[in-house]
């Protein structure tokens, strides 16, 4: 009994440090970033995140986006290794969550690679960059919000099924309104524009989302 409620403790303390980490990264991001990550919690200042200067779009690589990248990789890994697949590869959910982390930097950065080789071959590398920026500022909105949602089922825990549903539920509907913002923002009308964001959409965002809850319920 001793020892349950040991691993227990060690369980609950090492992800106290990643969420003082997530934090931390935070109000790094609010230090460098100003009043973008307000923006990006406020849907209705959402469009003044997208400008740092009059008439000029946010850069791609930027501190204030490495940051929330790594928040990303963060809070959907404990999200993973918390509630979807819990000692699904090892008994330890830190090593589980080590995995999961590597696992999602690997898809990300596979799915830059391809998108921009593919960009290059079609001849519509201009039109990627422009989208990509807009999609990585609606990614951190995404991050951030979950990271709430982390924040609330872990200090009043619910059910891992209900935990769940409302997480899928609230990441389709997030995919769903970002894709629509960047379709109305950057659709150029065109057979080429329209047949590319659907295959990203169902290739990169849908079908992996899709693919993960259904092994979620699976196991």
Same mark, same amino acid.
């Given at each position: ?61 930027? +501190? @204030? &986006?490495? %940051?929330?990248?790594?928040?990303? $990789? ?8 918390? #509630? *979807? !697949? ?67 089922? +872990? @200090? &009043?825990? %619910?059910?891992?099924?209900?935990? $769940? ?8 509907? #997030? *995919? !769903? ?43």
């Amino acid at each position: 009994m001793n020892q349950i409620l040991y691993n227990e403790e060690l369980v609950f303390n090492w992800v106290k440090l990643l969420l003082i980490v997530t934090s931390i990264l935070i109000l790094w991001a609010r230090a460098v970033g100003g009043n973008k990550i307000i923006y990006l919690i406020k849907f209705w200042s959402l469009h003044k995140y997208f400008f740092f200067e009059a008439k000029s779009s946010i850069p791609l690589f930027t +501190i @204030f &986006n490495s %940051l929330l990248f790594f928040l990303r $990789i963060i809070v959907f890994s404990l999200f993973f290794t918390l #509630y *979807l !697949f819990p000692n699904k590869f090892d008994e330890s959910q830190s090593q589980n969550f080590l995995f999961f982390s590597l696992i999602i930097t690997i898809y990300i950065v596979i799915k830059y690679l391809i998108e921009n080789i593919i960009s290059i071959i079609f001849k519509y590398k201009i039109y990627l960059n422009e989208v990509s920026r807009l999609r990585t500022g609606l990614k951190n909105l995404i991050s951030l919000h979950f990271y709430i949602y982390l924040l609330i089922i +872990i @200090f &009043n825990p %619910l059910s891992i099924k209900n935990i $769940i549903v409302i997480g899928f539920t609230l990441y389709l509907i #997030y *995919l !769903f309104l970002c894709s629509r913002v960047v379709y109305k923002k950057y659709d150029n009308k065109s057979p080429k524009g329209i047949l590319y964001f659907i295959l990203y959409l169902c290739a990169f965002e849908l079908g992996p989302a899709l693919i993960v809850m259904w092994h979620a319920f699976k196991f």
